[in-house]
């Protein structure tokens, strides 16, 4: 049973066609999403447990939707439960970093025609350090936030809806040619996506000089603009093949301020955690390591899917960014083949000779090599903002836990 | 004096900044063009000797320019002197296959201030297999260069005037870094190029939603776009690099119809020849190796400059479009630091650790080690119209021509 539970589960989430449809105010769209909300990463934890970036960026979350007046009055209002802090993943969102939703929040929507499930994920801040999902919140910081949802989400999704939906996949592939691996480099898949909207935009904003530039000053701010739209894509394709009874493909992997968490296809919405290992990174000028700090990230969806880490010897410029070597490089997405059902039929690395990215993290492949996934991740300091970038192995402890439960659960 | 000279020159070649600055008529822009004068590619030969493609294509160029009224009355023309035949390069010009410049047809303007020189190219005729180039003409293809004239190159010179010129080498470097060497492969530097103009492009046809729509067509209808750009960069910093007294550095590599040539920094305007060998071609689908015919080319000028197959392993992606591995991409790419003075300070391969290119080939390393330059070609068919694409490697005979010239004018 769980060999056929697992071909199955990989052939949707290797076979899902996600398509970005719209951009809209997460209240209007996403289901179950509910004023008094904020959405952040990781598996949910009691409000005590939540320390350092992570905590403030909920409490900034609050205070820019309105819901409290200050860190003072939030604190109080999540104890009251007032506020409902909860899991993005519990929301088909997924958060970078921090992750935060708050009701207002525009959010791209993302389609999977192939499986019939829809998926969200906020916009990029921008290139500053600080921000929101960087566990900063201040007059900058809203200024910006304010900037996204009233001045760029209405006429990105404008446009958007002006192209029909831009479908993902084939950006993702052409990006893999190009130097990306859609994780911590989306440089071409940036590029790629602009020049897909670029007609409808200057059709859109013909009458509109001010929209038309400041629209493109965001399109082209930032290589890690399409991140959000891998994360949404590899969202839908993991959600996709959830819930399949028996399967032990993993259908998540998540990190909040404490734990990194998984979860299994045939398990649930159960999380299995474990303590977060320190992460591998190169930081920015004038940072150390022990500045770093972890408050959160659901970005590492993009390697549940086959992408990131396990796409990595598609994308050798991230040496300079997060460090390692080109050897390092080959040999950990390698690895990742070990731990995989299959090989994405159109995620393809030119380097390995366009042999298909290392797809569907089997949590027994992963117990019995010893091997546990490589993510490239962004880097957060203590004082906010990111200050570098690089590679976070996965606790094996948590596959342990999973294939435990598994056991009982299938095989008791 | 050999190598100090040759340290001048690679400091030019690999310290150029080209800037295209504009898009005028050859006539305007060109010194010493005339109405009755065509361009084509390789040292210049006799009329008789063209043959194919090559010939076919400057009896079209007399046609559309309307110096002729058909075939019969450009051969006559040509043989009474009434139509004089030239070389690209002793022109500041670089042809892609057959070359073929007239004086009325649009040119892409780059300066290159560090050694106050001027290069051009004309404009890529787009996706279609039968182009002038590559030795077709009939009435689509005088349609699609009026069309070039008329709708493209004044709109497209305008926007680049309005960005103020754009630099090249800023682009050529990142592109390295998503998967292009800049011959074969210009997707992501077309891109880039794009993205860097498309301000000044939505601003300067807001009042022109055609003009912007055929702009933007002929922009994103085909990745070699940009391969003009590169071209003309590399041709700018050749040339900056020619005439250096004892220098014995290539500048230019071409070929026409019969021969492959080289010109050395300390030799003049002398073309060393060597009769062009097979090219390791993989063919578009229902050709086959019977059809390949040479029509000439100069975009070799790309790997004069440290590009094209100077930069193979940048670009693995290649080996789906001119076949090969990524072994034997890896290995060709290396052999060629055997042959050159130096490397590139800002064009690099990240999956070589970012070691700079291979710049600036030394006729005396290719005699001494037997090693000589490998290309990346696109490949035409006995018909006209590109049939794929494929891996050149030059003759050694042309470098031993020009050592023995060499030290007949400098040590004997």
Known sequence: MRESANAQAFARISGAEPVVVDVQPAMDVVPGMSPNIILTSGAPMTWERYYGGQRAAILGA????????DASDAENKILSGEII??????????????????ASMPVFVVDNPTSGNRSFCNLFEGKSPFRLNYGVYNRHVRENLTHLQNDIAPILGRVIRACG?????????RALHMGDELHSRNTAATLLFNQTIFPALMKETRNAEDSARVLYEYLSGGDYFFLRLSMAASKAASDSAHGIEGSSMVTAMAFNCHDFSIRVSGMGDEWFSAQLPPVAAKLFPDHDDSEIEFMGGESTIN????????????????????GGSVDKMIQ??????????????????PYLSYRGTPTGIDIFRVV???????MDIGVAGKNGGQIGAGVLTAPLECFQNAATAYRHRYLS
């Open 62 to 69: 609050a205070q820019y939707e309105g819901l409290a007046v």
């Open 85 to 102: 802090i909860a899991g993005c993943h519990d929301y088909g969102c997924v958060g970078s970093l921090a992750g935060i939703y708050t």
């Open 165 to 173: 939906g831009v479908a993902l996949s084939p950006i993702i592939k």
């Open 303 to 322: 390697e549940t899917a086959g992408l990131g880490g396990f796409a990595q010897a598609a994308a050798f410029p991230l040496q300079e960014y997060q």
């Open 332 to 349: 950990m997405n390698l690895a990742m083949y070990q731990i995989t059902l299959g090989e994405h039929p159109e995620y393809r690395i």
């Open 368 to 374: 019995e090599s010893g091997q546990t996934p490589v």
